[in-house]
């Protein structure tokens, strides 16, 4: 079976370009949470899908958004990019909402210049 | 601010002998944990994890502790290997978020 799958894997952007980031959850998982991981930290938490609906949001500008579609994929869009959005961003899917077994993607190395 | 810390940034440890991760919490209403191991360049992976209603539980060469009374969670290997020299994160569940540690990166000594 796949694994959570994320796309592109790398990404190079421009200062206050735009940027969206697609991510496919292991099937039959109906949540989608999205993670930004700066080199040396632990990932931190920027939104949850479950059954397509917004649960919860962490401490990230109005810039992020996301968004999940009928088919459980999920999609993290980045407007006005800004050097320091620079990161590994990482989706999680899980069967839950409560990220029971949550597994993790490779990740989207996205630089900004 | 992050709720859930690891002890030591670093672990050095000879190939053979057990590792043990530790891990504080700071949540005490937190149900559930997750440990993930995460090589250069890759994202988490998913180790085992523990539900607060636990005090243990084994995996494969591995084991997960979880103390609720001083909010202390490990991880022990066996027989490391060089395969588990990367970074591992204990994450700590709060309703809809993960929330991780800064990470303890271990390396295995020949």
């Known amino acids: 079976d796949a694994g959570v799958t994320q796309s592109p894997t790398h990404l190079i952007k421009t200062r206050g370009q735009q940027v969206t980031l697609r991510c496919s959850p292991i099937s039959g998982h109906k949540s989608v949470s999205w993670y930004q991981q700066v080199l040396g930290q632990g990932p931190q938490f920027i939104f949850q899908y479950y059954e397509k609906e917004e649960r919860g949001r962490g401490n990230f500008p109005d810039r992020f958004s996301a968004r999940q579609f009928p088919n459980y994929s999920s999609e993290l869009n980045v407007n006005a990019l800004l050097l320091g959005d620079s990161a590994l961003y990482l989706c999680?899917?899980?069967?839950?909402?409560?990220?029971?077994?949550?597994?993790f993607g490779q990740g989207t190395r996205l630089t900004v210049v | 601010g992050e709720s859930v810390g690891l002890h030591l940034p670093t672990l050095s440890v000879q190939e053979g002998d057990n590792s043990i991760i530790n891990c504080a919490y700071s949540n005490s209403a937190s149900d559930y944990f997750i440990w993930y191991k995460q090589e250069s360049g890759k994202g988490p992976q998913f180790i085992i994890d523990i539900r607060s209603n636990m005090d243990k539980r084994q995996g494969q060469r591995v084991t997960v502790l979880l103390n609720k009374t001083v909010k202390h969670l490990s991880l022990q290997i066996a027989a490391t290997q060089p395969g588990d020299s990367a970074v591992y994160f204990c994450a700590e569940n709060l309703d809809y978020k993960l929330s991780f540690g800064a990470g303890t990166t271990v390396t295995v000594r020949a």
């Open positions: 999680a899917s899980s069967w839950t909402g409560k990220n029971t077994e949550a597994f």
